[in-house]
């Protein structure tokens, strides 16, 4: 067993987590374009923004960062930016990419503040019933 495999395991479970807000939102999203009663545009949106910006926050979280690093195995190290760091056992490309392209995505998300992830969606979610 790699020597970080419970720090990875523990990161997808968190993912996981997160991505199941996120596809309840994308459910939500499809059925507003498809079978939502008129009517129920406002509500919808208030339902879409509020889970986003839940996953968002569940995302750039002080716990989340802080499960990410640990999987990193180094609190200083940028894997995005790092092509010499290796969190787990340097066989283990599938851990490395996870690190990788989480940090890549964490780093990005981080930049938007969660109230403007709830505004942007309750409007996106208010244009696509226009």
């Known amino acids: 067993m790699p ?3 419970h ?3 523990a990161l997808k479970t968190k993912l996981l987590e997160i991505q199941h807000i996120r596809d309840a ?3 939500l999203a499809w059925d507003q374009e498809t ?17 986003r910006t839940l996953a968002h926050d569940k995302f750039i979280s ?3 960062e802080a499960l990410l690093r640990r999987a990193m195995d180094d609190p200083a190290t ?17 851990a490395q990419a996870l690190l990788r392209e989480t940090w890549i995505d964490f780093t990005n998300a981080r930049t938007l503040p969660s109230e403007f992830v709830n505004r942007l969606e ?3 979610s208010l244009a696509r019933q226009v």
């Open 7 to 9: 720090e990875i395991d």
């Open 35 to 51: 079978q939502m009663p008129a009517g129920g545009g406002q509500a919808r949106a208030g339902h879409l923004a509020t889970l």
């Open 122 to 124: 309750h409007a996106c």
């Open 3 to 5: 020597r970080h495999a």
């Open 62 to 64: 002080a716990d989340f």
């Open 78 to 94: 940028d894997p995005a930016t790092d092509p010499t760091h290796h969190a787990t056992e340097p066989d283990d490309d599938d």
């Open 25 to 27: 939102a994308a459910l």
